[in-house]
């Protein structure tokens, strides 16, 4: 059973920066790709950021020039760095490694950008 476990959110205030872990219980390469998504209350979850096996980073057009995807293989870690946060990039923000046939979820991590 594949397992991902996410950290690094917290309270952070306009223009700040935070950087957020996702770590997979196997070898990020078995997946397509793993992915970033962001989900407000009530609303249903948004892509925010992906990296592939090769590589190749993909990135929602609000957050592009901001926000970086990275990952560590050794370590099966997929990281986030967020800077220069806005109010509305408050989210739950989800990990998920994706396969063509079935996608993983974490539970998810809290960010605040609030002054």
């Known amino acids: 059973q594949v397992q991902l476990v996410e950290s690094g959110g917290g309270l952070v205030q306009p223009g700040g920066s935070l950087t957020l872990s996702c770590a997979v219980s196997e070898n990020i390469f078995n997946f397509n790709d793993v992915a970033w998504y962001g989900q407000a209350p009530g609303k249903e979850r948004e892509l925010v950021a992906s990296?592939?096996?090769?590589?190749?980073?993909d990135y929602a057009d609000s957050v592009k020039g901001r926000f970086t995807i990275s990952r560590d293989s050794a370590k099966n870690t997929v990281y986030l760095q967020m800077n220069s946060l806005r109010p509305e990039n408050t989210d739950v923000y989800i990990c998920?490694?994706?396969?063509?046939?079935?996608?993983?979820w974490g539970q998810g991590t809290q960010v605040t950008v609030s002054s």
């Open positions: 990296i592939n096996v090769g590589g190749r980073e």
């Open positions: 998920c490694a994706r396969m063509l046939r079935r996608h993983y």
